[in-house]
């Protein structure tokens, strides 16, 4: 079973985020890690081939520059190849305008069995790509997804809801979105590492892709930032030191309350 | 603006409070105010909906599929036959984000996500939005035409009856096929308050240690009346399942105390908990930043705090 994997390399969210005032896009010129979101996808395609005794791990992202720091890490993990859609012109591109560009890098992929996306990205957060994608790629997708098995040309899912789960199922192909924890990605080993420096990277343009450049970047978002304000912020109270008598403190704070 | 559709969701046996949240803030901004469902008790909800102002709520069949296409496709045939909104509104919700994302696509507009207000301003239309863990406020224009589409996140209005009607219903074709089949739902039991709803909620985070030591943030939750949350990191080691997360990936919460237990207060997680009234944290380690947004900050392990906080508790 052949897997693609839709991941993002960001900047390292250890590190506090920035806007850059001249254009208000957010400052990605650090070193960009492989979005943490991203690696239980990962972990789940690559135990689906695994498990399905065949196929690749293909990998799909997308960059303003040939940043490829964060795929090395998920082609280490194991995923046998990428393809890295890398052009100025993407800078300042929103969902929609991404969703095109990575559906039409999927579409170089062959023989694509299941695309699996995290739910959002963990710093622009939109959350709506990989549904955007689906919809480009005309496919069935499932979001949410807190189990995924795959069997006779069908994926079978738990997809998380408001009141518990629901078992959703879709002919393959088709497109998962996967909640953190569906598994424990591994770490990759030191071979991992060694062989991913050699695997191939399939680096390509937007008009590589037969897409027109006014549809991505700034031209394609069709919105604009007309403020950036800090927030109000919150003051801190009182800190203090435990000393075996913390508890109490907390217990005269919730009397003052009056919510016990 | 002349016309604003809100996507209808249903919670128990009536809309859910996002769906209200929405349906009020729309009747503030003015015009008629329609709503798209796709659910059960469809003259129930239209009726709740009707005491919030939403004169016409539109029902269609997903055919046993999920939200996603059929409810797009329908709001796509109403507004290529001409019935235009202003404005499309959504949940930051499951089933919200489906609809949204494949309405973009179908209408080739952009989407504004995770919002907490909405204006129209300059002759644009103006979302709101939170990043950085709430650190910084965020407001962007459409630039294109109508309709626009954007989603908000719960909590950002409050629901308010008034404009009373009687919402029309009125079934619409879903011209998409559904290609995905819902098979079984599944509600989880839950005792006590929900989580997004408790006045009180005591989350517990990797300071814990381990997944057995949840328990005692499962106590204190029920001495207390509140609910019990997590950070991501616990939800992602698997100890608790994501309907437990707080934060920018999980609920919004805004009870009247927030204990934070174990909890460093990560950006992603702070997002989700920082307009809560009153906020207590626990965490051993003094330079954590849940400490900057606490009310009442213990620097102690909370393997000892929580226990004898228990004690205390179940003494009165």
């Known amino acids: ?260 | 603006m002349d016309k604003i559709w809100i996507h209808a969701e249903i919670g128990g046996d009536k809309p859910s409070s996002i769906t209200l949240e929405l349906a009020t803030k729309a009747r503030s901004l003015g015009g008629t105010v329609e709503a798209f469902y796709a659910g059960d008790n469809a003259e129930a909800v239209a009726q709740e909906l009707g005491q919030y102002g939403v004169s016409k709520v539109y029902t269609v069949d997903t055919g046993g599929s999920l939200q996603g296409p059929a409810v797009a496709s329908a709001m796509a045939a109403q507004i290529e036959a001409g019935n235009t909104p202003d404005l499309v509104m959504f949940g930051s919700t499951y089933d919200g984000r489906d609809v949204l994302a494949r309405l973009s696509v179908k209408l080739d507009h952009p989407v504004l996500t995770n919002n907490i207000d909405v204006v129209e301003e300059g002759g644009e239309v103006r979302c709101t939005t939170q990043i950085f863990g709430g650190q910084t406020i965020v407001t962007t224009a459409f630039k294109c035409p109508a309709p626009h589409l954007a989603n908000f996140r719960p909590k950002s209005f409050a629901a308010e009856p008034g404009g009373a009607t009687t919402a029309e219903v009125v079934a619409v074709e879903a011209p998409e096929a559904a290609k995905v089949r819902v098979i079984e739902r599944h509600v989880e039991e839950r005792s006590g308050p929900i989580l997004d709803e408790a006045a009180i909620v005591v989350s517990g985070g990797r300071g814990l240690g381990s997944a057995d030591k949840y328990e005692m943030i499962e106590q204190l939750a029920k001495a207390l009346k509140g609910a019990p949350g997590a950070s991501r990191a616990i939800v992602d080691a698997g100890w608790v399942p994501y309907s437990y997360q707080v934060g920018q990936t999980g609920k919004v919460v805004k009870p009247n105390v927030y204990i934070a237990a174990g909890i460093s207060g990560a950006t992603q997680h702070m997002v989700g908990m920082k307009g809560s009234k009153n906020i207590i944290a626990i965490n051993k380690d003094p330079e954590a930043p849940i400490f900057g947004i606490a009310d009442l900050g213990i620097v102690g392990d909370v393997h000892k705090v929580l226990p004898a906080l228990l004690e205390a508790l179940q003494g009165r």
């Open chain 1, 1 to 260: 079973m052949n897997v693609v994997v839709c991941v993002k390399q960001i900047p390292d969210p250890a590190t506090p985020g920035e806007l850059d005032p001249s254009t208000n896009f957010l400052k990605r010129d650090g070193k960009l890690i492989l979005d943490e979101s991203d690696a239980y996808g990962v972990e789940m395609a690559l135990q689906l081939a695994d498990k399905a005794g065949g196929g690749e791990v293909t990998l799909v992202s997308m960059a303003p520059n040939s940043e490829m720091s964060g795929l090395r890490t998920a082609l280490a993990m194991g995923a046998a190849k990428a393809v890295l859609v890398s052009d100025p012109a993407l800078a300042g591109s929103d969902a929609l305008g991404t969703a095109k560009v990575l559906a039409a890098a999927i579409k170089r992929v062959e023989g694509a069995d299941l695309i699996i996306a995290a739910t959002e990205a963990s710093d622009g957060y939109t959350g709506t790509v990989p549904e955007q994608v689906a919809a480009l790629l005309d496919l069935p997708s499932i979001t949410f997804a807190k189990k995924i098995e795959v069997a006779d040309g069908k994926v079978k899912i738990e997809r998380q809801t408001e009141a518990g789960y629901d078992e959703v199922e879709a002919d393959l192909p088709a497109l998962v979105t996967v909640t953190a924890g569906v598994v424990e990605p591994r770490y990759p080993s030191f071979k991992g590492i060694m062989a991913a420096k050699s695997k191939p990277v399939d680096e390509v343009t937007v008009a590589d892709l037969g897409i027109d450049a006014g549809q991505v970047g700034i031209a394609g978002a069709r919105q604009e930032i007309t403020s950036v304000t800090p927030a109000e912020e919150r003051e801190a109270g009182e800190v203090i030191e435990d000393d075996g008598t913390g508890h109490e403190k907390i217990v005269a704070f919730l009397e003052k309350l009056k919510v016990i």
